[in-house]
């Protein structure tokens, strides 16, 4: 599986953002999708993640500002960042998880400008 990230950029505070990750290769069992990030100086921390199902869950500190969403073939998913402030500066890593594998897209920069 691979995965390419998009839409990452430098945004206002207060602006949003797009980013789209779109899987390729052998993306049948894809389970779920998300996205973490990771700002500088931090760990890697989860996002927002959808599975099959379209259950979904999202870190505390993006809920009700941040939407994931994802295509009918499990091999798109897509973050819609709203209301961005200066803390959601990082790279963020687009996510898929097969069977028991995981997979990373190469990462994609937002820069939240106060």
């Excluded at 979904?56 to 500190?61: H, P």
Aim: aromatic fraction near 10%; proline fraction near 1%; glycine fraction near 12%.
């Amino acid at each position: 599986v691979q995965l390419q990230a998009s839409g990452g950029g430098l945004v206002q505070a207060g602006g949003s953002l797009r980013l789209t990750c779109a899987a390729s290769g052998t993306i049948f069992g894809i389970s779920a999708m998300g996205w973490y990030r990771q700002a500088p100086g931090k760990e890697r921390e989860l996002v927002a993640i959808i599975n099959s199902t379209d259950s979904i869950n999202y870190s505390d500190s993006v809920k009700g500002r941040f939407t994931i969403s994802r295509g009918n073939a499990n091999d798109i998913v897509h973050l819609q960042m709203n209301s961005l402030k200066f803390e959601d500066t990082a790279v963020y890593y687009c996510n898929a998880n097969r069977f028991r594998d995981v997979y990373w897209g190469q990462g994609t920069l937002v820069t939240v400008s106060s």
